[in-house]
Every structure is written in C-alpha cells, then in structure tokens.
C-alpha cells in the first residue's frame, strides 16, 4: 500500500488530537482530584459511587436516628429518676407521719407535702420529648394524665420503635401507664390516709410496704433503659465503623492517586512533545517551501 503525505498528515494530527486528549483528562483529574467528572467517562466508577452515596447516607440517616433515640432513653431516665428521688421522700414522710405521738396538725402538714408530690409526678408522667409524650405509648400527642384520669385509649401501651441499621430496631419509650397509675393510687390512699383523724400509726406504717414495692417497679424500669442505652453505644461504634469503611471505599473509587497522576501527566507531555518533533521531520516540504 502507498503511503501518501496526506496520510501522514492525517495521522500525525489523529495521534496529536489523542494526546491532546490524554493530557487534558489528566489535568482535569489532578484540578478535581477526581478519577471522573463525567459518568460517560466510566460507567463502572459512576455507578459503584452512587451505591457508596446511598450508604453513606443511610449511615447519617441511622445517626441522626440514633440521636432521637438518646433524646427518648436519656429523657426517660432523667424523668424517672425524678420519680425515684420522689418517692424517697414520699418514705420519709410516711415513716414520719406513722408516729403516733403526730397531732392531726401534723399529719396535715405532711399530707399538703404529699399532695405536691404526686402532683410532681403527674408532671413527670406527661414528659414530652419536643411535642411528643414519652410515657403515653403510641399515642405520643396525647398526656398520659389529662389532669384528672389516665390515658385509656388503644395504643398507650405500645412501643415505639426507631429503626437504627438495616432491619435493627429499638424500643425508645417506657410503657409507664400501669407504674404511674399504681403511684398515682397508692399516693391518693396515703393522702386519704394521713386526712383522717381515726388513722393509727400502723396502718400509716402499712403503706412503707407499697411504697417500696413501686420504687423497685422504678428501678426496674431505668435499668431497662439502661440495657437498652448500652445497645444504643454499640450501635453507633458500629455506624461509625461502617462509615469510615465506606468512606474509604469511595475514596479507592474515585480519588485519584496525585503522585501517579502527575507522572503520568509530565509522560504524555513528553510523549507530545516527541510527536509534535518527529510530526515535524516526516511530512514532507511543500511546494511553497521549494519557492521561498
């Protein structure tokens, strides 16, 4: 086959058009720091980014779900301990009141302190959580005492549930109907109790009992939310693993490596540089060059 300066030239200008290519993605990928800008650029890369984006952000998503779940646990606690502290003095008032050297003007005046207790925990039974009411089940817009009963309704002892990974789950509320109705009573009975003037000693003294019955029933309760405060610290050990590995994986994707892209960018142009030279030298002079 004959070989004319028309092919050559056409050659020549293909093969610098190609490198000018080659050395244009490389100075594209050393600015952005990116393997691709484009999608078309590789499909393959483009794609396995968009999984790794989806989950990363399921990873913050289960984080920020994480957060409501230490708002609902900690808030809990926090309104339970209050309930405990309560009821302490609650038991010190009884045993104090069931000394039967106490005037019915004493007896009254620990009734009146009584009475600001329950009041307190009635408070702490309606605890909310910006606008939601942790102790009242799934019925979390509605107070668990409406001021002058208890929530019935269908749902005030279900749970509520947050998801925190893939198919994981965690209960956040306390099912605290049936523990705030029974303190609830049992201080009723004590004030009933410490208003009558028949009432001896001992039968104030019987109500120690009940008391301490409800404190373990509290107690109980918090170390619930202990347990499931522990799983909340190692979920989110394992959230933030899971989001340094992908991470990571992004990263092998689609950052370039600068060191090896630099040198390859400084061996195109040298490349470039030699074609443009021997471009030179095997295109033949043209008649324009014989009449100069």
Do not use: C
């Amino acid at each position: 086959m004959r070989v004319t300066q028309s092919m050559l030239s056409t050659n020549m200008l293909r093969n610098l058009s190609n490198s000018y290519n080659k050395m244009g993605t490389l100075q594209e990928q050393i600015t952005s720091g990116k393997k691709i800008t484009r999608p078309s650029q590789d499909p393959v890369v483009a794609i396995k980014g968009i999984g790794y984006r989806t989950d990363l952000g399921k990873v913050e998503q289960y984080q920020r779900n994480l957060g409501e779940v230490h708002n609902w646990l900690d808030s809990s606690d926090d309104a339970l301990d209050k309930v405990g502290i309560a009821l302490i003095r609650v038991q010190e008032l009884v045993t104090d009141a069931a000394n039967d050297t106490k005037t019915p003007e004493d007896r009254e005046k620990i009734k009146a302190e009584i009475t600001q207790i329950k009041e307190q925990i009635r408070d702490m039974a309606n605890t909310k959580v910006g606008e939601k009411y942790i102790f009242s089940g799934t019925k979390t817009l509605s107070p668990l005492f409406n001021g002058t009963t208890f929530e019935t309704a269908t749902g005030v002892n279900g749970d509520v549930n947050i998801e925190v990974y893939d198919g994981v789950e965690i209960k956040v509320n306390t099912n605290g109907k049936k523990m705030f109705e029974d303190i609830d009573a049992m201080m009723n009975s004590i004030e009933t109790a410490l208003g009558s003037t028949t009432t001896t000693g001992d039968i104030i003294g019987g109500f120690l009992t009940t008391i301490s019955d409800n404190q373990n029933v509290v107690l109980g309760s918090r170390a619930d939310i202990g347990a499931r405060q522990n799983r909340v610290e190692m979920m989110e050990n394992r959230l933030g693993a899971q989001e340094v590995i992908v991470t990571k994986q992004l990263s092998n994707n689609e950052d370039i490596d600068f060191e090896k892209a630099i040198t390859e960018l400084i061996t195109q142009e040298s490349i470039h540089s030699a074609a443009l030279s021997v471009g030179a030298r095997i295109i033949q002079p043209s008649l324009v060059d014989f009449l100069r």
